[in-house]
């Protein structure tokens, strides 16, 4: 038996060397972990760059148990922070801010203005689940905005953005609290509702190098084209602010 | 000395059963058991299972009223189209779970094509506990009805033209023979769609979304829990093992269980 399981890593570890063989050349690409309000962004920015998008506490989660990432860019300091401390990645930098908006359906059958006629009854909300970042920066703008009495119409907790802008331009939730730039892929499909500036919480995105990052100076070479004059350019484009 | 086919028989089974079991053992091994015990009482945990056997107890009784009856159908009767309604009812057991979601979307939801009927009827579907429902039903009955067929094709035709030759209806040839005979084999088909209704992801947190002590069932919540509280997320996979090794025993006891009872109620039938 014990053989037996030294062979299964073995075949393991060499389908590792495989995949590290590839990437290995001379054009090494760093994969990129980044959350989900990035999708469409990070790519402009660099086309090469292998991708994972999904909620920042996935990816997190996902890089403490080991997966094979170069880059970390989440949606909140919180994570990133974290995994500095726990020693898994290097200083964290913060890159672009961002800030929340309401989106509701191009239709509006539930006829929603603002924030406050979200408390109508009927009405079906969709945010983000607590401890991912969307949802914690909606919990903060609604309770500046002393509206935290609209989550009782919440029908959904979403793991990421994404599920929100999904379920709200599909047409089947009267509305979600999503960043500003996630509106842009879907702007036929939903209408924006600004929120008050004194409401906003502080989005800030930061982005560190993995410690064990496979390809570590693709790595650092893919943090310098987000920081630098180009990328920054690109971030303000689709709407993300300075850092 | 063994063959060396034998020896590549041997370390190709060990290989995978160390591949499958591993991982699984590990889901135990992580945290000690009575912290496992102890995170299946908090309340994310209690939530979800109640919304999970509540869903799946309603889904699966649909499941064997109108399976029961379509798989004697198909399984006995010959008609024009019977081989088209044997593909249409295998087609959701391949289809990936994340089509499904949209699929039911695109049917019960407020913009989907019987939308505005249910509308103008006052239903709402999606994000409700109906719609977790509908999402297990859509998985588990394809399973359910597959099985079943081939519990009642498997019954001895001469048995059947014997209830019938002596006089018992179709109806009571159903009740009265058919259905007791395929009785361990439905079982196991009904214990099998069970154990997939409740494993029910893609189709759920799509159409149904995620909400706690509504539409949040146990797959739901492992998949909520992994970054908030990783331990929650382990025991109550930990759990859902445990379930499916019981699914599991059911299955392989059932069939058994009963040709035993048949067995034995044969020979007093038979002397008179």
Redesign the interface.
């Known amino acids: 038996m014990r053989k037996a399981l030294a062979l299964v890593f073995v075949l393991l570890f060499a389908a590792g060397c495989g995949n590290g063989g590839t990437g290995g050349d001379s054009n090494e690409q760093a994969t990129v972990f980044a959350a989900a309000s990035l999708t469409e962004v990070f790519p402009e920015i660099d086309p090469d760059a292998t991708y994972n998008f999904a909620g920042s506490d996935d990816l997190a989660t996902q890089i403490t148990e080991g997966a094979p990432a170069d880059v970390l860019a989440a949606a909140s300091p919180k994570y990133p922070d974290q995994l500095y401390e726990d020693g898994l990645v290097d200083k964290p930098e913060v890159f672009a801010t961002n800030k929340l908006v309401l989106i509701v359906p191009k239709d509006n059958t539930a006829n929603i203005q603002s924030v406050d006629d979200l408390r109508n009854e009927d009405v079906k909300l969709v945010i983000g689940a607590e401890g991912v970042p969307i949802g914690d920066y909606t919990r903060t703008v609604l309770e500046n905005m002393r509206a935290s009495d609209v989550l009782d119409q919440v029908v959904s907790e979403e793991d990421d953005v994404k599920g929100v802008v999904g379920k709200v331009s599909l047409g089947e939730a009267d509305a979600g609290f999503v960043y500003v730039t996630d509106v842009k892929p879907v702007k036929d499909k939903v209408t924006t509702i600004e929120l008050p500036e004194e409401a906003q919480a502080v989005v800030q995105y930061e982005i560190a190098v993995v410690k064990d990052a496979p390809h570590h100076d693709a790595a650092h070479e893919f943090v310098e084209q987000v920081l630098g004059e180009d990328g920054q350019a690109k971030l303000q484009a689709a709407g993300f602010g300075p850092p | 000395m063994r063959r060396p086919f034998e020896v590549v028989l041997a370390?190709s089974t060990?290989?995978i059963l160390?591949?499958l079991l591993?991982p699984i053992l590990a889901l135990f091994l992580r945290i000690p058991p009575e912290d496992l015990l102890s995170q299946l009482t908090s309340e994310v945990a209690v939530d979800a299972l109640i919304v999970s056997v509540k869903t799946s107890v309603i889904a699966h009784a649909v499941v064997l009223l109108l399976g029961t009856p379509t798989a004697y159908l198909v399984a006995t009767r010959r008609f024009r189209g019977r081989s088209l309604v044997l593909t249409l009812i295998e087609l959701p057991l391949v289809l990936p779970p994340a089509v499904a979601g949209i699929a039911l979307?695109a049917a019960f939801?407020?913009?989907g094509l019987l939308g505005d009927t249910l509308d103008a009827a006052g239903i709402s579907i999606?994000?409700t506990q109906t719609a977790v429902v509908m999402a297990i039903i859509f998985v588990s009955s394809p399973f359910y009805i597959r099985l079943g067929i081939a519990a009642f094709e498997g019954l001895d035709p001469a048995l059947m033209d014997a209830s019938r030759t002596l006089g018992a209806g179709p109806r009571r040839t159903f009740f009265r023979v058919a259905l007791p005979l395929a009785a361990g084999g439905l079982s196991a088909a009904s214990a099998l769609a069970f154990a997939r209704g409740l494993g029910e992801f893609g189709a759920t947190?799509m159409f149904?979304?995620?909400?706690?002590g509504?539409?949040q069932t146990l797959p739901l919540a492992i998949?909520?829990q992994?970054?908030?509280d990783?331990d929650i997320a382990l025991a109550l996979g930990a759990f859902l093992v445990v379930v499916s090794v019981a699914v599991l025993l059911t299955v392989k006891l059932l069939p058994s269980w009963t040709r035993f009872t048949l067995i034995s109620l044969a020979p007093s039938g038979r002397s008179d």
Request: glycine residues 12%; charged residues 10%; aromatic residues 20%.
């Open positions: 370390v060990g290989l160390a591949f591993l979307f939801g407020r913009a999606p994000f947190i149904a979304g995620s909400l706690q509504v539409t998949y909520a992994l970054d908030i990783f």
